[in-house]
C-alpha cells in the first residue's frame, strides 16, 4: 500500500514559467512533510519541508502548499529555471514517532526547458 | 564539508559473495538509516539506527545487516546477495534537532549476477 503518491512521473515547464509539482497522501498519522530533489548520479537534497499545523512555507523561488482535508500536498517552483530540472520526490514522517523514517513517493521527473 | 559518504559507488558482485558498503558522516548526526532505491518504486528504507548500538528494522529488511559500533559509521552488510537486491543504495544521517530534514550519501549502485 503506497501511502505517499506522486501521480505524475514527469512535468515538461518553460523557462520563466510555474512548475507545480503534486503529492498525495494517505497516512492520516503523518505531520510533516518534505520535498527532495535529486540530480542523476547524486544522492537526495533536502529542497523545502512543512509541518501539519502550517498550510504554506515558502523558501525563496520554492513554496510548499498543504490541504490537510483533501492529504494533498503541492510544491511549486516560481520562475523555473533550467537547473530545477531533476527529479523531485515527495516525502512524509510522523515526528515523535519510534522511528523518523521518511516514506517516500515514486518521484517526479522535472524538466525546465530553455 | 558536511557530508554523507557511501563506498563503493558502483558494485557488480556475483549471487552469495558477501559484501560490505560502508557510511560514514561527519556531522555528529545521532540518527542514521539506509534506504534502497528502485524503478517505480521510490525510496523504501531497509534499516535505521536512532544511536550507536541502537538499530531496527526498516519496511525492506530481508538479506540485509547493519552495525552501529562507532556514531558516524553505518555499514550496510549483504551476507549472501542475491539478484533481487541490485538496486541504488543510499545511506541518508539527521540530528535528533532535524529528524526528518535527513542528509543523504551519493548512493551506491548494485548489481548482483
Known amino acids: 500500500d503506497q501511502q505517499v503518491k506522486q501521480n505524475s512521473p514527469s512535468l515538461s515547464v518553460q523557462e520563466g514559467r510555474i512548475s507545480i509539482l503534486n503529492c498525495d497522501y494517505t497516512?492520516?498519522?503523518?505531520?510533516?512533510f518534505l520535498w527532495y530533489k535529486k540530480y542523476p548520479a547524486e544522492g537526495p537534497t533536502f529542497l523545502i519541508s512543512i509541518s501539519s499545523i502550517k498550510d504554506k512555507n515558502e523558501d525563496g523561488r520554492f513554496t510548499v502548499f498543504l490541504n490537510k482535508s483533501a492529504k494533498h500536498l503541492s510544491l511549486h517552483i516560481v520562475p523555473s529555471q533550467p537547473g530545477d530540472s531533476a527529479v523531485y520526490f515527495c516525502?512524509?514522517?510522523?515526528?515523535?514517532?519510534?522511528?523518523?523514517?521518511?516514506?517516500f513517493g515514486k518521484g517526479t521527473l522535472l524538466t525546465v526547458n530553455p | 564539508e558536511a557530508q554523507v559518504t557511501q563506498n563503493p559507488r558502483y558494485l557488480i558482485t556475483v549471487t552469495g559473495k558477501k559484501l560490505t558498503v560502508t557510511c560514514s558522516q561527519n556531522?555528529?548526526?545521532?540518527?542514521m538509516s539506509w534506504y534502497r532505491q528502485d524503478p517505480g518504486l521510490g525510496l523504501r528504507q531497509i534499516y535505521y539506527s536512532m544511536n550507536v548500538e541502537v538499530t531496527d528494522k526498516g519496511d525492506v529488511p530481508e538479506g540485509y545487516k547493519v552495525s552501529r559500533k562507532e556514531k558516524r559509521n553505518f555499514p550496510l552488510i549483504l551476507e549472501s546477495p542475491s539478484p533481487n537486491q541490485t538496486s541504488l543504495y543510499f545511506c541518508a544521517s539527521s540530528s535528533v534537532r532535524q529528524l526528518s530534514q535527513a542528509f543523504f550519501g551519493q548512493g551506491t549502485r548494485l548489481t548482483v549476477v
Open positions: 497516512n492520516s498519522m503523518f505531520d510533516y
Open positions: 516525502a512524509a514522517s510522523v515526528l515523535g514517532g519510534s522511528n523518523y523514517k521518511l516514506t
Open positions: 556531522m555528529n548526526h545521532e540518527y
